[in-house]
């Protein structure tokens, strides 16, 4: 494949002068901030209501469909001017806290914007947290009102009594069709019986408190992850660098915008109190005029469906979402859609080659850390899938990119945003990431970002803040990884699931354009008689069979070994009307030897368990290798005993 692929026209010291020069969209500018020298790009909104204020020339255009409701542009501005106000009504003033946790409504987003017109703080919480997590995390933000839908009204109802004590003067639900407990409003009733009024005229800096989303809480209970309205905002202009590299990549010049050109239209599947969803595709879509189409809950045939209808040109998801939908999705002249982001985990190296068989007009794009994005740039001709890894402590896209340069590395997770700076470190050092060594390219430690997108830190956690944000405004990511020699970073795993520290690993890359991923290009999750295994890599070398649609691979306990490798692998189904996926099911036997002619001996799975259904998630996607790892050990405790049985999700 790589030899069809033609060396690039210009060299990507000279994308950068490009794209940052003079007067273009990513120009940028050093300051010090907070102690912090970040370099921040020039052409960006001073806040979120500013970015919103922007939105006038597009009152006549298509906003927000929602199952049969449809809302311009200009219809959701007075929606969300009579939500600020009613809001104002009720207490809310610049700096203070609007919680929203709901499902993906129309609700959502006005309420976001709403609480922005008036200075406050959006609070994204969690729509699938358990009772504590939820309780924790109003109870952390000491919201002046929350707003809820119908689902979370009784998670709701059970904290009323403690948040009053907090400050918090109102308690919304939203499309409720039942009784609600005392307490609560409905915010339909609560709207009618309040009358919009004029907004207050706010003075609102870029530094200025925006946005707290949370950490996933997978290990501990989540965390607030509070941004600046500049750090936030930031996102606008990372999320389309990609593209526009790839572009000037081929030896094009950067095409201006087009007012003609259509609309774009989105398909949202990604919740959006997740960093994706908001960042990547409300906050996208809404600065280019664009339509989103939102979801109740994800359904791959209904998805297909919709896109047809709506004449989607762009769909996000998890990895997982991205493989279900193009099996049900056939390329015709009605077809819009161009182009594909996901995030949220670790995608299969072969997920750009299995989506380009189904639907040629997709290009491939890949990123970490950030948020998903999709972006025609400036309406320009051309798609684009792309991919990251979800981090809320970075906001937007730390690396990324698009077309040849994913093609001919499809294991790494791009080159850094122009305005933002990456350093690996030993990830054993105890030093501030400024005093740290920065280790030589191929060598794997700790990823550190810094710019003007990292968060401010950790929300009333000021332990935590210390522990991941250094006072000049370097990040500690928690991931490791490794630069090559041309600043391309590849991603492995977190430090934090590390059974032990070894000094940073060296490798060669051998035939790095056609391996999934270089065999040691992690540190270890697994230690099986004192080898260290990446998890990742096996994984990867598993999705080289056509049948399989998702694997997590995970330790067991040995006597003898320490740890054994397992690997809990769902196949595809059998009435995929996809004929690649109609390849010999696996067997135990034959996905060890599919490992064995790619990775070293001892990376071969002791126990490869077939599972029905699918890999237990959260709710931004990311497989839950606790739960997994359950199954695993079952299984294998079962063969153990000599007891046989068919391992259920």
Request: with cysteine; aromatic share 6%; proline share 7%.
């Amino acid at each position: 494949m790589a030899s069809s692929i033609p060396l690039p026209k210009r060299s990507l010291e000279e994308c950068h002068r490009i794209m940052t020069g003079p007067g273009a969209p990513w120009e940028y500018e050093e300051k010090v901030i907070k102690g912090r020298r970040v370099k921040t790009y020039k052409q960006l909104p001073g806040s979120v209501r500013d970015f919103w204020l922007a939105t006038k020339p597009f009152a006549n255009r298509e906003y927000i469909v929602y199952e049969d409701e449809r809302l311009t542009f200009g219809a959701a501005d007075a929606k969300i001017r009579h939500l600020a106000s009613l809001f104002h009504q009720r207490g809310v003033r610049k700096g203070d806290r609007v919680a929203i946790a709901m499902r993906n409504l129309p609700e959502w987003a006005l309420s976001f914007f709403a609480a922005h017109m008036l200075g406050a703080v959006a609070v994204a919480v969690n729509a699938w947290l358990s009772p504590e997590a939820f309780a924790h995390c109003l109870e952390l933000t000491q919201p002046r009102i929350v707003l809820v839908d119908e689902e979370r009204a009784k998670l709701l109802q059970d904290r009323i009594a403690p948040l009053r004590r907090q400050g918090c003067k109102a308690f919304f639900v939203t499309r409720s069709s039942q009784q609600i407990g005392a307490g609560l409003e409905k915010l339909e009733d609560a709207l009618r019986a309040s009358p919009a009024r004029d907004l207050p005229d706010v003075n609102i800096s870029p530094e200025d408190p925006a946005i707290i989303f949370f950490t996933s809480g997978t290990m501990s209970m989540p965390k607030g992850v509070l941004s600046t309205q500049r750090q936030f905002l930031t996102n606008r202009l990372n999320t389309s660098s990609a593209q526009a590299r790839a572009i000037l990549r081929q030896g094009l010049d950067l095409p201006a915008p087009d007012p003609k050109a259509p609309p774009r239209s989105v398909l949202l599947t990604i919740p959006l109190f997740h960093v994706m969803g908001c960042h990547s595709f409300l906050m996208l879509l809404t600065a280019l005029g664009g339509k989103i189409v939102l979801m109740r809950k994800f359904d791959p045939v209904k998805a297909s469906h919709i896109i047809r209808r709506e004449g989607i040109t762009s769909m996000g998801g998890v990895p997982h979402m991205v493989m279900q939908l193009i099996e049900h999705l056939e390329p015709s002249g009605e077809l819009k859609l161009d182009g594909f982001s996901f995030g949220g985990g670790p995608a299969s190296t072969r997920l750009p080659s299995d989506v380009k068989k189904k639907l040629p007009e997709v290009s491939a794009a890949q990123g970490f850390g950030l948020t998903g994005r999709l972006l025609r740039f400036y309406g320009m001709s051309g798609a684009l899938l792309t991919a990251h890894v979800m981090c809320a402590e970075v906001n937007s896209v730390a690396t990324s990119f698009a077309g040849d340069d994913y093609i001919l590395r499809p294991a790494s997770c791009g080159l850094a945003a122009p305005n933002v700076d990456l350093k690996i470190i030993p990830p054993e050092s105890k030093k501030p990431v400024s005093d740290s060594p920065s280790l030589a390219p191929n060598e794997i430690g700790e990823i550190c970002i810094a710019g003007a997108n990292v968060a401010e830190g950790y929300y009333n956690d000021e332990k935590a803040t210390k522990e991941a944000f250094e006072a000049d405004g370097w990040f500690k990511s928690g991931d490791l990884g490794y630069l090559d020699e041309d600043g391309f970073l590849y991603i492995a795993d977190r430090a934090k699931d590390i059974v032990r520290r070894l000094r940073p690993l060296r490798f060669d890359l051998l035939n790095s354009l056609t391996r999934p991923f270089p065999a040691f290009a992690a540190l270890p999750q697994i230690i099986r008689s004192g080898e260290n295994i990446s998890s990742v890599s096996v994984e990867n070398a598993i999705f080289q069979h056509d049948a399989v649609k998702e694997v997590a691979v995970v330790p067991v306990p040995c006597e003898v070994r320490g740890e054994e490798i397992a690997a809990v692998i769902v196949l595809h189904p059998h009435s995929s009307s996809s004929s690649s996926r109609r390849a010999e099911p696996p067997t135990e036997h034959s996905v060890q030897a599919l490992v064995a002619s790619q990775l070293p001996k001892h990376c071969v799975p002791a126990l490869v368990v077939f599972a029905e259904g699918e890999l237990p998630r959260n709710a931004t996607g990311k497989v839950l290798k606790g739960e997994v790892k359950k199954v695993a050990v079952s299984e294998w405790e079962r063969r153990r005993a000599n007891k046989a049985g068919r391992a259920k999700l």
